[in-house]
């Protein structure tokens, strides 16, 4: 099918400082589906809601498309420490819909992260209309001890791999390092399902909040037209 592509007006930037940030959306009135984003997520577009997006700012190319092969990837000494620390962890696979748990969860750490930005005080509708769509095969994986559920991660299931959407967890937590846990087991599941790639998002290197990501290796970045493999060994081995 032809798709058009809509590019919005300049406003600051979310991410970096004193910079303007510009967003290019596949037409929101088209019929999507998970086709068309196995396609987009191929060129680097994202999705949040109902929405396909790509970063198209003028003079800045700060954000970059990185995903993980992850038959390759090979954990280094912090990420197995990690991985050893929660083992006790039970992970179970839910239908994206609207639980009251998982909400609970949310709006604490969005207010423990996030408080007095954009994203403060989520009401059901907007948690909802973030983390979900119509059109897409969206999964909430829960990570409970015992019974208490400890974080949740969102994520799209594509025909090449996982599209990890968003991770919440209890911050008070912290010495588990749950969201890099999180990113950790689907890298796992990714290969469970027989899948290529765990698509992250944007890296962001510039962006303490964002930077984290190059630190799954080795990763891929898109660059012109094309993904190209980067940090093929660790850097270090902390």
């Known amino acids: 099918m032809n798709l058009d592509f809509y590019t919005t007006q300049p406003q600051p930037c979310s991410y970096l400082q004193n910079r303007q940030s510009t967003t290019l959306f596949a037409d ?3 019929t999507l589906d998970s086709t068309i984003y196995d396609q987009l997520i191929e060129q680097g577009f994202r999705r949040s809601g109902e929405y396909l997006y790509r970063p198209d700012c003028l003079g800045c190319s700060a954000c970059i498309p990185l995903r993980i092969p992850v038959t390759e990837f090979v954990p280094n000494r912090n990420q197995r420490r990690t991985w050893q620390r929660n083992k006790d962890i039970r992970v179970t696979a839910h239908s994206a819909r609207y639980r009251d748990e998982q909400f609970r969860l949310y709006q604490h750490y969005i207010h423990s992260r996030h408080r007095g930005g954009e994203m403060d005080n989520p009401t059901p509708e907007s948690y909802l209309a973030f983390l979900t769509s119509s059109w897409s095969d969206t999964l909430f994986y829960e990570f409970r001890l015992e019974q208490k559920l400890l974080a949740v991660a969102v994520a799209d299931q594509l025909s090449s791999g996982l599209s990890a959407v968003y991770t919440f967890f209890d911050p008070e937590y912290a010495v588990r390092s749950l969201g890099n846990y999180a990113i950790l087991w689907l890298i796992q599941e990714t290969r469970h399902r027989n899948l290529r790639w765990l698509y992250l998002g944007y890296w962001i290197r510039e962006c ?8 799954y290796r080795p990763f891929e ?14 850097e270090t081995d902390r």
């Open 221 to 234: 970045i898109h660059r012109n037209g094309g993904w190209k493999k980067q940090g093929s060994e660790h």
């Open 28 to 30: 929101p009135q088209a």
């Open 208 to 215: 303490p909040k964002m930077a984290y990501k190059n630190r």
